[in-house]
């Protein structure tokens, strides 16, 4: 058996890339999904911006917790782990919120129907960007980070002697 293979060298029980992002997509989208309908009954009883804000707390926590356990393949996520998780649903909650926002300066009567448009594109792009945050960073095992930076280009070297100029660059 080659052991040199990533599937060999992943810790059992612990998906690889794809089938982390599958499931990444199956809970995240979930709990967006549940999250988007919570945030327009919500938006009836307070401002939307605040609704969002709610929501993005409740659906980070939960959603960090199945990340963990179910995505990952880490456990429990404990407080490091739902911390730095948070980071990223600031910034998501920051796209989705600009989104919303943005909607209604270019059309101000936009019906629910949009913001929901809106908020699902946005979330969905920004759950992309948390998606890769979370499996290099936050779960990422010793062995995910290796194999992240391993997969960058190697820089290609030419065979015999080099030659290294160092010339000042004036600042700008």
């Known amino acids: 058996m080659d052991t040199g293979t990533a ?21 995240g989208g979930g709990v967006g999904v549940a999250s988007s309908a919570a945030v327009a009954g919500l938006a009836g009883l307070m401002p939307w911006a605040a ?15 199945l990340h963990a356990r179910f995505t990952f393949g880490t456990g429990r996520a404990g407080w490091r782990r739902h911390w730095q998780s948070a ?4 910034a998501a909650f920051a796209v989705t919120s600009a989104a919303v926002l943005v909607l209604h300066l270019v059309q101000p009567s936009a019906g629910a129907l949009y913001e929901q448009v809106a908020y699902l594109g946005a979330a969905g792009l920004a759950g992309v960007g948390r998606f890769l945050v979370l499996r290099l960073f936050v779960f990422a095992t010793g062995q995910t980070r290796t194999t992240a930076w391993a997969m960058e280009p190697a820089p290609a070297r030419e065979a015999g002697p080099q030659v290294s100029l160092l010339l000042p660059i004036p600042a700008l």
């Open 7 to 27: 599937a060999a060298r992943r810790a059992p029980g612990t998906p690889g890339p794809l089938a982390s992002f599958a499931r990444f997509v199956l809970f």
């Open 51 to 65: 609704a969002n804000a709610l929501i993005t707390i409740v659906s980070t926590a939960l959603g960090t917790e």
């Open 87 to 90: 980071g990223s649903a600031a």
